[in-house]
């Protein structure tokens, strides 16, 4: 058999990308050399935002992809706990307040449901927060969705519409004919016959791409999270600071009163609960490698940082942490594209910290591609080329 399509990685990406191509009626394989979602999309947050996205195509994908998790929560027998529980982003600084107030004022304008809230507001909304916080934005169409689940979701309601899955499969060549157009995934369960290949390995991408001679900037990027104990409930939505922006755009310039320590582990305050009734506390954003160790200064700096806005966390326990790469790109766009210098081969990776939030509409969005329809909205900045582009008028 000759499959439309082979897919690599699956994670949120990969395995969503599997499913929109068969849901269009495309054969469709999936190769994970390891289980499905044991890359990034396992060790992870589990938010989908707009309010962490900058204005423009950013948060329009960030939308749209909220809407879809929605109907796919609604059509699924599959339940990847789908919770609309919004999101509210604090303010330290009358400084800090005036940049949230443009930045909502900007995405409300776009027709986005953001508004700021004053401070007795904001603590109505969380009691437990610390009560010097000047105010915030309140973004109530923010959701959560449990990651991993996203992935098996993807991959069972996949299965239902003839999606072949090769877990635990390891690639060592794709092969490519005379003319360069894909023609087959060799692998230690034979070879996979196929017309194209899509390349959702996350931060791996840049190794599968140098199998068809491609050079992919995608890079690691560490987050790290704590987990408490299970405890009585003292977080009701997904709330962040205001300096979160901060840390994941290096453009953002200004500076918070924090400690070396903070300052150092680039640590932003995210808070959210579990169904499981423990709390998530992150995070940071470091360049390691691929070294996904905890590292003790870095817990430290999370715990510190979470004390200051919810002070009752000095008295509740931390139990464990994990960590995990994002996939980075230096403009903040993922790539999703097809690749002009080899026919049938194309890349949906480099989502950063928004991989399970743009699972959905990148999958939509890449079956378009392959099916060469129109895609929803213009995605000529998510082409790979912009980076041959940028080099050649470098
Ligand atoms: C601490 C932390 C918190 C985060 N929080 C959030 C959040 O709240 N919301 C959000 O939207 N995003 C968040 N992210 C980002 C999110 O985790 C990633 O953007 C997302 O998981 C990327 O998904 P992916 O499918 O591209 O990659 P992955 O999930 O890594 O999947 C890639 C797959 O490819 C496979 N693979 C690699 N190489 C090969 C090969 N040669 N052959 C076969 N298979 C291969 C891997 O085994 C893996 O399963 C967070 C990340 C971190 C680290």
Same mark, same amino acid.
């Given at each position: 058999?000759?499959?439309?399509?082979?897919? !690599?990685?699956?994670?949120?990406?990969?395995?969503?990308?599997?499913?929109? +191509?068969?849901?269009? &009626?495309?054969?469709?394989?999936?190769?994970?050399? &390891?289980?499905?979602?044991?890359?990034?999309?396992?060790?992870?947050?589990?938010?989908?935002?707009?309010?962490?996205?900058?204005? &423009? +195509?950013?948060?329009?994908?960030?939308?749209?992809?909220?809407?879809?998790? @929605?109907?796919?929560?609604?059509?699924?027998?599959?339940?990847?706990?789908?919770?609309?529980? &919004?999101?509210?982003?604090?303010?330290?600084?009358?400084?800090?307040?005036?940049?949230?107030?443009?930045?909502?004022?900007?995405?409300?304008?776009?027709?986005?449901?953001?508004?700021?809230?004053?401070?007795?507001?904001? @603590?109505?909304?969380?009691?437990?927060?610390?009560?010097?916080?000047?105010?915030? %934005?309140?973004?109530?169409?923010?959701?959560?969705?449990?990651?991993?689940?996203?992935?098996?979701?993807?991959?069972?309601?996949?299965? /239902?519409?003839?999606?072949?899955?090769?877990?635990?499969?390891?690639?060592?060549?794709?092969?490519?004919?005379?003319? @360069?157009?894909?023609?087959?995934?060799?692998?230690?369960?034979?070879?996979? +016959?196929?017309?194209?290949?899509?390349?959702?390995?996350?931060?791996?991408?840049?190794?599968?791409?140098?199998?068809?001679?491609?050079?992919?900037? %995608?890079?690691?990027?560490?987050?790290?999270?704590?987990?408490?104990?299970?405890? /009585?409930? !003292?977080?009701?939505?997904?709330?962040?600071?205001?300096?979160?922006?901060?840390?994941?755009?290096?453009?953002?310039?200004?500076? @918070?009163?924090?400690?070396?320590?903070?300052?150092?582990?680039?640590?932003?305050?995210?808070?959210?609960?579990?169904?499981?009734?423990? %709390?998530?506390?992150?995070?940071?954003?470091?360049?390691?490698?691929?070294?996904?160790?905890?590292?003790?200064?870095?817990?430290?700096?999370?715990?510190?940082?979470?004390?200051?806005?919810?002070?009752? +966390?000095?008295?509740?326990?931390? %139990?464990?942490?994990?960590?995990?790469?994002?996939?980075?790109?230096?403009?903040?766009?993922?790539?999703?594209?097809?690749?002009?210098?080899?026919?049938?081969?194309?890349?949906?990776?480099?989502?950063?910290?928004?991989?399970?939030?743009?699972?959905?509409?990148?999958?939509?969005?890449?079956?378009?591609?392959?099916?060469?329809? $129109?895609?929803?909205?213009?995605?000529?900045?998510?082409?790979?080329?912009?980076? $041959?582009?940028?080099?050649?008028?470098?």
């Amino acid at each position: 058999m000759i499959y439309d399509v082979t897919v !690599i990685g699956a994670g949120a990406i990969g395995t969503s990308v599997a499913y929109h +191509l068969c849901k269009k &009626g495309f054969s469709v394989a999936l190769i994970d050399r &390891g289980d499905i979602a044991s890359g990034s999309s396992s060790h992870c947050d589990a938010v989908a935002l707009i309010s962490d996205k900058a204005p &423009g +195509l950013d948060t329009k994908m960030g939308d749209a992809s909220i809407r879809h998790y @929605r109907e796919l929560a609604e059509s699924f027998s599959y339940d990847f706990e789908y919770d609309r529980k &919004g999101c509210l982003y604090v303010c330290e600084t009358e400084e800090e307040l005036a940049a949230a107030s443009s930045y909502a004022k900007r995405q409300a304008a776009d027709g986005y449901d953001m508004k700021i809230v004053d401070a007795k507001t904001m @603590r109505e909304m969380e009691p437990y927060l610390a009560d010097d916080l000047l105010g915030g %934005i309140w973004t109530p169409g923010d959701i959560a969705v449990c990651p991993y689940k996203v992935c098996f979701a993807f991959v069972e309601e996949g299965k /239902k519409l003839g999606l072949k899955v090769y877990p635990y499969t390891h690639i060592s060549r794709i092969r490519l004919s005379a003319n @360069r157009m894909v023609e087959a995934v060799e692998t230690d369960a034979g070879d996979i +016959l196929t017309k194209r290949v899509i390349n959702c390995a996350g931060v791996w991408a840049p190794d599968v791409g140098k199998l068809v001679g491609l050079d992919i900037p %995608i890079q690691p990027r560490k987050g790290m999270n704590l987990i408490s104990e299970q405890t /009585k409930r !003292i977080v009701w939505h997904k709330v962040m600071e205001f300096g979160y922006m901060m840390s994941k755009f290096e453009s953002i310039n200004f500076r @918070r009163n924090v400690s070396s320590l903070v300052e150092e582990y680039n640590v932003a305050f995210n808070i959210e609960y579990t169904k499981a009734d423990n %709390i998530l506390l992150g995070g940071y954003r470091g360049f390691r490698g691929f070294d996904v160790r905890s590292e003790l200064e870095a817990m430290q700096a999370i715990a510190e940082r979470g004390i200051r806005f919810y002070p009752c +966390l000095k008295g509740i326990n931390c %139990i464990r942490s994990y960590a995990g790469v994002r996939p980075y790109v230096k403009d903040h766009l993922p790539v999703v594209s097809a690749v002009d210098e080899v026919p049938g081969f194309y890349i949906a990776a480099g989502h950063e910290g928004d991989g399970i939030c743009l699972s959905p509409i990148t999958g939509k969005l890449m079956a378009q591609l392959v099916a060469g329809e $129109t895609t929803d909205f213009d995605i000529r900045r998510l082409r790979f080329s912009r980076f $041959t582009e940028a080099q050649r008028t470098a």
